[in-house]
C-alpha cells in the first residue's frame, strides 16, 4: 500500500529541497536520499488526518535477540598513542572497568560472530552493543540478562523509535520503582516488547535508563550510603561482593524511599543518618542528596577536586568536554581548563550529590536499533558509529576523560571505515552523554535537511539523537572523520576513513 505513495512522496520531496525544475536532474541520486523525509511526505492518506501516524501493520514476525549486559576491563586507546596530537598514553590512563551489551545464541549460550556487513550486529564487542535490526511490521522480542559482575548494579534497556507500552521502556523512576523492565538485578533476566511502526523507520539508540549510581571511588555522602540501604533492588546484599571498587558502588534507589519510607525500616537503623529520620521530608521528595540533610555542599559531583564550586556557569557545559585533557596537556593549547578539571561539573547536572543518572550508558551500555522497510536504499557499505563520552567523575580509574567513538579514542583506535569509489555507503550514528557534537567526515557530502539544497560535510547530533548519511562513494583517500568541537576532537574523537579506487 505505502508501495504505490512511495515516489510521489520522493518527488514532492525533491521539489521541497531543489525546486521542481531540477528534479529529472536528480533523479539518479534519490534513491539514497534520507529515507524519514520522503517517509514523512508520503505517510498520511489523501485528505486524512495530516496527525495521524501511519498505522502499524504487524507481519506477523518476531525479532528476538538474545542480549547480556556485561562488565570488563576496556582500554579505550590500545595503540597507546594520540596520532594527531602526538600524545603517548599509558594503558592505566585509559582503561577502566566498561558495561556493554553482547548478543548471544538463544538463552545466552555463545556469544554470535561478529558481522560488519551492511546487515550485520556489528562487531559484537560489547561498546556499542550489537546493532539490533527489524523491519517495520516486525515485533521485537530481547531477552536481556544482567551479567555485571563487577559493579553489579541493576540495569535495563530502553528503546528510542520503537513502540512499547510501559512496562518495555526500560526506564527507571524513583516513584515508580516496581517496573521489572526498569531495574533489572544482576544475575536476572526480562524480556522486552517492542513494535516496529512504519514511524519507527530510521536509526535509533538504545541504552541502559536504570536507577542512577554512585561511581565507585567516589566520596558518597553518609546520607548516600544510607540510600544505598533500600531501593537498592537486586544489587543489595550480593553474596561475593569484594573490592575497592564496590564501595562507591553505592546504589541511591534510596530516592524513592521519599515517598515510602514506612517500607524501609532500616532507614532507622543507618546510624549516619540519626536524627535526620524524623526531620520532615521535602515536599515533592525525590532529592536524595538532601533528604536526610546529611549531604555536604563540598560533596556536590566530584568532590575530590574541588573545582565543582568555582566553576562558572558553563563549565557544566563543558563538563566532559574539559577534561579531555590529559594532565598536563592541551589546557592551554585550546584554552579551556586544565587537566584537573575531570568534568564534575557535569556530575551536579547528571544527578544529585555523588549519583549519576544513566551511568550504565556512560559506562559502555548502549548500542543502535536500526528499522528498514521496503523503501530503505541497500548499500554496500554500512559504518555504525556512537559519539560518547566519559569524565573521571564515573571512571575515576582514567588518567583524563575520553570523548570515543564505539569505545575508543584517537586514530587507529576508533574504528578504521573502509569503502571503495562507487560504493553506496551509509553511516548509522547516534549519540549519548553530556555533549552535542558536530560530525564531519573530511573529503564527502551528504544530502540533509540542512545546508545549501541540503547538501552539507558537517551535521550538528546530541544526545540520543541520530545521523543516516547517504552517499555514493566518490573520493578516494586516507581520510579521516571527527567530531568538529575542537577539544571533542584533540580528547579522541577522530577516526579514519579509506577509500580505494
Ligand atoms: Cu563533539
Given at each position: 500500500?505505502?508501495e504505490?505513495?512511495?515516489?510521489?512522496?520522493?518527488?514532492?520531496?525533491?521539489?521541497?529541497?531543489?525546486?521542481?525544475?531540477?528534479?529529472?536532474?536528480?533523479?539518479?541520486?534519490?534513491?539514497?536520499?534520507?529515507?524519514?523525509?520522503?517517509?514523512?511526505?508520503?505517510?498520511?492518506?489523501?485528505?486524512?488526518?495530516?496527525?495521524?501516524?501511519?498505522?502499524?501493520?504487524?507481519?506477523?514476525?518476531?525479532?528476538?535477540?538474545?542480549?547480556q549486559?556485561?562488565?570488563?576491563?576496556?582500554?579505550?586507546?590500545?595503540?597507546?598513542?594520540?596520532?594527531?596530537?602526538?600524545?603517548?598514553?599509558?594503558?592505566?590512563?585509559?582503561?577502566?572497568?566498561?558495561?556493554?551489551y553482547?548478543?548471544?545464541?538463544?538463552?545466552?549460550?555463545?556469544?554470535?560472530?561478529?558481522?560488519?556487513?551492511?546487515?550485520?550486529?556489528?562487531?559484537?564487542?560489547?561498546?556499542?552493543?550489537p546493532?539490533l535490526?527489524?523491519?517495520?511490521?516486525?515485533?521485537?522480542?530481547?531477552?536481556?540478562?544482567?551479567?555485571?559482575?563487577?559493579?553489579?548494579?541493576?540495569?535495563?534497556?530502553?528503546?528510542?523509535?520503537?513502540?512499547?507500552?510501559?512496562?518495555?521502556?526500560?526506564?527507571?523512576?524513583?516513584?515508580?520503582?516496581?517496573?521489572?523492565?526498569s531495574?533489572?538485578?544482576?544475575?536476572?533476566?526480562?524480556?522486552?516488547?517492542?513494535?516496529?511502526?512504519p514511524?519507527?523507520?530510521?536509526?535509533?539508540?538504545?541504552?541502559?535508563?536504570?536507577?542512577?549510581?554512585?561511581?565507585p571511588?567516589?566520596?558518597?555522602s553518609?546520607?548516600?550510603?544510607?540510600?544505598?540501604?533500600?531501593?537498592?533492588?537486586?544489587?543489595?546484599?550480593?553474596?561475593?561482593?569484594?573490592?575497592?571498587?564496590?564501595?562507591g558502588?553505592?546504589?541511591?534507589?534510596?530516592?524513592?524511599?521519599?515517598?515510602?519510607?514506612?517500607?524501609?525500616?532500616?532507614?532507622?537503623?543507618?546510624?549516619?543518618?540519626?536524627?535526620?529520620?524524623?526531620?520532615?521530608?521535602?515536599?515533592?521528595?525525590?532529592?536524595?542528596?538532601?533528604?536526610?540533610?546529611?549531604?555536604?555542599?563540598?560533596?556536590?559531583?566530584?568532590?575530590?577536586?574541588?573545582?565543582?564550586?568555582?566553576?562558572?556557569?558553563?563549565?557544566?557545559q563543558?563538563?566532559?568536554?574539559?577534561?579531555?585533557?590529559?594532565?598536563?596537556?592541551?589546557?592551554q593549547?585550546?584554552?579551556?581548563?586544565?587537566?584537573?578539571?575531570?568534568?564534575?561539573?557535569?556530575?551536579?547536572?547528571?544527578?544529585?550529590?555523588?549519583?549519576?543518572?544513566?551511568?550504565?550508558?556512560?559506562?559502555?551500555?548502549?548500542?543502535?536499533?536500526?528499522?528498514?522497510?521496503?523503501?530503505?536504499?541497500?548499500?554496500?557499505?554500512?559504518?555504525?558509529?556512537?559519539?560518547?563520552?566519559?569524565?573521571?567523575?564515573?571512571?575515576?580509574?582514567?588518567?583524563?576523560?575520553?570523548?570515543?567513538?564505539?569505545?575508543?579514542?584517537?586514530?587507529?583506535?576508533?574504528?578504521?571505515?573502509?569503502?571503495?569509489?562507487?560504493?553506496?555507503?551509509?553511516?548509522?550514528?547516534?549519540?549519548?552523554?553530556?555533549?552535542?557534537?558536530?560530525?564531519?567526515?573530511?573529503?564527502?557530502?551528504w544530502?540533509?535537511?540542512?545546508?545549501?539544497?541540503?547538501?552539507?560535510?558537517?551535521?550538528?547530533?546530541?544526545?540520543?539523537?541520530?545521523?543516516?548519511?547517504?552517499?555514493?562513494?566518490?573520493?578516494?583517500?586516507?581520510?579521516?572523520?571527527?567530531?568538529?568541537v575542537?577539544?571533542?576532537?584533540?580528547?579522541?574523537?577522530?577516526?579514519?576513513?579509506?577509500?580505494?579506487?
Open positions: 500500500m505505502r504505490e505513495n512511495r515516489e510521489p512522496g520522493r518527488r514532492s520531496l525533491i521539489r521541497g529541497l531543489v525546486g521542481g525544475g531540477t528534479v529529472a536532474a536528480l533523479t539518479g541520486s534519490t534513491a539514497l536520499l534520507p529515507p524519514p523525509v520522503a517517509r514523512a511526505d508520503s505517510s498520511p492518506a489523501p485528505g486524512g488526518d495530516p496527525f495521524a501516524l501511519p498505522r502499524f501493520e504487524p507481519n506477523g514476525r518476531v525479532r528476538e535477540f538474545w542480549v549486559a556485561e562488565s570488563f576491563q576496556h582500554n579505550a586507546v590500545p595503540n597507546g598513542t594520540d596520532a594527531m596530537m602526538g600524545r603517548p598514553f599509558t594503558p592505566e590512563q585509559t582503561t577502566f572497568w566498561a558495561l556493554g553482547r548478543a548471544y545464541t538463544p538463552d545466552w549460550g555463545s556469544p554470535l560472530d561478529p558481522d560488519l556487513g551492511p546487515n550485520g550486529i556489528g562487531a559484537n564487542s560489547g561498546i556499542p552493543g546493532v535490526r527489524a523491519e517495520a511490521g516486525d515485533v521485537i522480542r530481547v531477552h536481556f540478562r544482567n551479567n555485571d559482575e563487577h559493579y553489579r548494579w541493576p540495569h535495563s534497556m530502553h528503546p528510542h523509535g520503537v513502540v512499547y507500552d510501559r512496562d518495555n521502556d526500560g526506564g527507571w523512576l524513583a516513584d515508580d520503582e516496581k517496573r521489572a523492565g531495574a533489572v538485578p544482576y544475575g536476572e533476566s526480562f524480556t522486552y516488547t517492542w513494535y516496529c511502526h514511524s519507527s523507520v530510521g536509526t535509533w539508540p538504545y541504552h541502559d535508563h536504570s536507577l542512577p549510581q554512585t561511581p571511588g567516589a566520596d558518597p553518609p546520607g548516600a550510603s544510607a540510600d544505598t540501604r533500600h531501593g537498592a533492588r537486586g544489587s543489595r546484599s550480593q553474596p561475593g561482593r569484594s573490592g575497592p571498587e564496590q564501595d558502588g553505592a546504589v541511591h534507589g534510596g530516592a524513592a524511599g521519599n515517598g515510602d519510607t514506612a517500607g524501609h525500616t532500616d532507614a532507622a537503623g543507618n546510624g549516619v543518618v540519626a536524627g535526620n529520620q524524623d526531620r520532615p521530608r521535602h515536599p515533592g521528595g525525590g532529592h536524595d542528596g538532601d533528604h536526610d540533610g546529611t549531604q555536604h555542599p563540598g560533596h556536590e559531583g566530584g568532590q575530590d577536586d574541588g573545582q565543582d564550586g568555582s566553576q562558572p556557569a558553563g563549565g557544566s563543558d563538563g566532559g568536554t574539559d577534561d579531555a585533557q590529559p594532565p598536563g596537556h592541551g589546557g593549547d585550546d584554552g579551556h581548563g586544565t587537566g584537573q578539571d575531570d568534568g564534575t561539573a557535569g556530575g551536579q547536572d547528571a544527578g544529585h550529590g555523588s549519583m549519576v543518572m544513566e551511568i550504565g550508558a556512560e559506562l559502555g551500555l548502549f548500542g543502535i536499533l536500526v528499522v528498514t522497510d521496503q523503501q530503505t536504499p541497500a548499500v554496500d557499505r554500512e559504518f555504525v558509529i556512537f559519539l560518547h563520552d566519559l569524565n573521571r567523575r564515573s571512571a575515576r580509574s582514567l588518567g583524563q576523560g575520553l570523548n570515543m567513538f564505539n569505545g575508543r579514542a584517537f586514530v587507529d583506535n576508533t574504528p578504521t571505515c573502509t569503502a571503495k569509489v562507487g560504493d553506496r555507503v551509509r553511516w548509522r550514528i547516534a549519540c549519548l552523554g553530556e555533549e552535542f557534537h558536530v560530525f564531519h567526515i573530511h573529503g564527502h557530502r544530502r540533509s535537511r540542512q545546508g545549501y539544497q541540503g547538501w552539507v560535510d558537517s551535521q550538528i547530533i546530541g544526545p540520543s539523537t541520530t545521523l543516516t548519511i547517504e552517499y555514493t562513494e566518490d573520493n578516494p583517500g586516507d581520510w579521516i572523520y571527527h567530531c568538529h575542537t577539544h571533542h576532537m584533540t580528547g579522541g574523537m577522530v577516526g579514519r576513513y579509506l577509500v580505494t579506487p
